[in-house]
Structures are given as C-alpha cells and as structure tokens.
C-alpha cells in the first residue's frame, strides 16, 4: 500500500505598483509538461513544510526569503509571538488531485516584497530555475477566465481560485463562491 506524499504549493502574488489597483501572481511553468503551476513540491524527510516553502521557492523563481519570516512562533495575543508572512490558503487531499501519485499538500500565499526578499542574481524579478521553464506574472483577475482549466497543471487551477475569493472576501468583507466542484473530476490519478 502507498501512503500519500507531503508537497506544498505557493500562490506568490504581488500587489500592482502606482495607481494600479490589483494583484499580480507569479506563476511558473513546468518543463515536464508545459502547463501552469503555483511554485512548490515534495517536503523532504525532516522538513517542515515552512521550510519546503522557502527551498520550492528559492528553487524555482530564485526568491530568497529570510526564515524568520515565514515562521509564526506563539499565540497572536502573546508579547513573544513573531508574525509570519505567509498564510495557509488550504489543505487539498483528493487522491486525484496529482495523476502522479496521491499527495496531500498544504497551501500558502505569500506576498512578494521586494525590500524584504532578495533573489540570487540581485535583480529583484524571479527568474526561472531548477524544474521551471519559466516564471510568469499573471494579473489575478485573469486566472479562471483567460487562464483556465487545462492551461493549470493537476489543481492548482482550485488553489488559485480559492486564494483569489479569500483575497476579495478580506477586501470586500464578502465571500463569492467560484462554483468550479467538477474540477477534480479532469484529474485522475493512474499510478501510486
């Protein structure tokens, strides 16, 4: 019998600079199949899932994040507690979700800043790495119209949905459901 693998997805997003209103994504695309995908992966033995957050990441767009700030330590009443820039957007266990293998990942939204982060080449833009082809910036609007279902690799179409109605139902102070349940039935999973 398989047991699930861990992975994490990452919705790196960015507010729109000046008099632009909005958000921005940055997305990767994959070299092994040319589709869409939030950053992420595998968590490695011994790794917590912050800590896969901070290597996909670094991996794949460049972007170096300091530890620190992807740890929350503490009750957020407590004087000891840090806060961390990163948020779970959800947990996503359908055993189809990956045709790969079955995974569980744990996703988070993370806010790109450029005067707390840094990237390798001191450029300040992810650029591509490792198992990406290359990092696109996609306007969070788009995502579900212009970009939609099979452009998206396994459901991070699902992902980037549910992170786009928690984010307008903070801002707006309502919740708009996306409606797209039949998504997991495009996903089938043929191995273990």
Known sequence: MC????SVDIVLYEKRRGNEKGYDVWAVRRRD????????????VG??????????????TGIQIPHHLAQAHGHKGSKSSTQSIMRLIGVY????????????????????N?????????????KAGDDAKEVVSISLEDIGTKYKGDDWFA???TILLDFKEQLIGEESGTRDRHGLGELADDIARSTC
């Open 33 to 44: 199949t040319g589709q869409f995908a939030t950053i992420g992966g595998f968590v490695e």
């Open 93 to 112: 266990s359908d055993p189809r979700r990956d045709n790969r293998r079955s995974n569980v990942s744990t996703a988070y939204a993370l806010e790109f």
């Open 3 to 6: 047991t699930p693998a861990l």
């Open 114 to 126: 450029p005067a707390l982060m840094s990237t390798k080449d001191g450029s300040g833009i992810p």
């Open 155 to 157: 459901d991070h179409l």
């Open 47 to 60: 790794e917590s899932p912050a800590d896969a957050m901070l290597r996909e990441v670094e991996e794949e």
